[in-house]
């Protein structure tokens, strides 16, 4: 089944304790990004990935970072989560080129105390 | 400054009669439109899309308008059932590939 994954789908922390948020996909897509969603301000872009080693900021990079080293994955990485970075997080994916389809994957609630 | 605007936080409609759920935009570049359906813990799915070059996309029940001059593009679902209720995202795009999304307007479709 064609899909992207991301783990944990939950997540409690405190402020300041590295973590990752893992994505991958099982559909050979070039194209990888994150999106963080928040109340009243919709999907907002993080960061995002053209191919392998490729990556980009998109509108709200900071505080995060990303990695490409594999097609399949797209790891989030907060180095010092802060309260600020409370939200769901949504990992996609899609062929490359203009106007190709995004999956998305199912969420990862994260909450920063 | 959001770019991509719902106006509408929530919408209530009865089964069977049509839903309207609107979405205004602000960058003239934006000539790719999509809209997304995405219902709780699920992640957003595709639904209809529509390009600059057109003013109309269909789809079944789903029928997207676009109207350049007034940056503002409209999606109809007729009829609506109550399996439509989630939450429906309007983005856009000005390369095609990186996406502008909207707030989002929350659709109940009442029995």
């Known amino acids: 089944e064609a899909q992207v994954t991301q783990n944990p789908r939950y997540l409690i922390t405190v402020t300041g304790k590295k973590l990752t948020v893992t994505c991958s996909q099982n559909?050979?897509?070039?194209?990888m990004s994150w999106y963080r969603q928040d109340p009243g301000l919709g999907l907002r872009q993080i960061y995002y990935?053209?191919?392998?080693?490729?990556?980009d900021k998109g509108d709200v990079p900071e505080g995060y970072k990303v990695s490409r080293k594999e097609k399949r994955n797209f790891p989030l990485i907060l180095e010092s989560p802060s309260p600020n970075q409370t939200s769901l997080y949504f990992c996609?994916?899609?062929?490359?080129?203009?106007?190709?389809?995004?999956?998305f994957g199912p969420g990862t609630r994260l909450l920063v105390l | 400054d959001q770019q991509v605007k719902q106006n509408s936080p929530s919408l209530s409609v009865q089964e069977g009669r049509i839903s309207i759920l609107n979405c205004d935009y602000t960058?003239?570049?934006?000539?790719?439109f999509l809209w997304y359906k995405k219902y709780p813990a699920e992640g957003p799915t595709f639904l209809i899309s529509?390009?600059?070059?057109?003013d109309k996309n269909e789809d079944g029940r789903f029928t997207v308008f676009l109207n350049k001059s007034a940056k503002h593009l409209s999606l109809h679902i007729v009829p609506s059932q109550p399996g439509d209720s989630a939450v429906y995202f309007c983005?856009?795009?000005?390369?095609?590939?990186?996406?502008?999304f909207g707030p989002g307007t929350r659709l109940s479709v009442l029995p």
């Open positions: 996609a994916s899609s062929r490359q080129g203009a106007r190709e389809t995004q999956y």
């Open positions: 559909m050979n897509h070039e194209y």
């Open positions: 990935s053209m191919n392998v080693e490729v990556t």
């Open positions: 960058n003239s570049m934006f000539d790719y």
């Open positions: 529509i390009s600059s070059i057109k």
């Open positions: 983005a856009a795009s000005a390369d095609g590939q990186n996406f502008v």
